[in-house]
């Protein structure tokens, strides 16, 4: 499966953006896709996942600001931003676990996508 991620950009403080991941390739519902970021100096981190067993996970970092969404006519996992702030700003990657995974973390994932990044700057 590859994977394709887009939509990232600069935007204010306070405002969104809406990430979208295309799966090209033949993919399972068991298969979990994930959100992760990875800062400058910083180790790569989860954002959100949509786990294969159909259980969400955010980060605490944003919660109540995220969400994460499939899109079965597009075959694309979303993340809608909101609220967005300049902590983050980040490089932005979907990936694929294909169904071998148990949590939302980077070891977890075996296929990843180029990564798009995000700027939230005034």
């Known amino acids: 499966v590859q994977l394709q991620a887009s939509g990232g950009g600069l935007v204010l403080p306070g405002g969104s953006l809406r990430l979208s991941c295309r799966t090209i390739?033949?993919?399972?519902?068991?298969?979990?896709i994930g959100w992760f970021r990875q800062a400058p100096g910083k180790e790569r981190e989860a954002v959100a996942c949509?786990?294969?067993?159909?259980?969400?996970f955010y980060a605490d970092s944003v919660k109540g600001r995220f969400n994460i969404s499939l899109d079965a006519a597009t075959e694309s996992v979303n993340l809608q931003m909101n609220n967005l702030k300049p902590e983050d700003t980040a490089t932005y990657y979907c990936?694929?676990?294909?169904?071998?995974?148990?949590?939302?973390?980077?070891?977890?994932?075996?296929?990843w996508g180029q990564g798009t990044l995000v700027t939230v700057s005034s």
């Open positions: 990936a694929t676990d294909y169904g071998v995974g148990h949590a939302c973390v980077a070891s977890d994932f075996i296929s």
């Open positions: 390739g033949e993919t399972r519902e068991y298969y979990s």
């Open positions: 949509a786990m294969g067993d159909h259980r969400t």
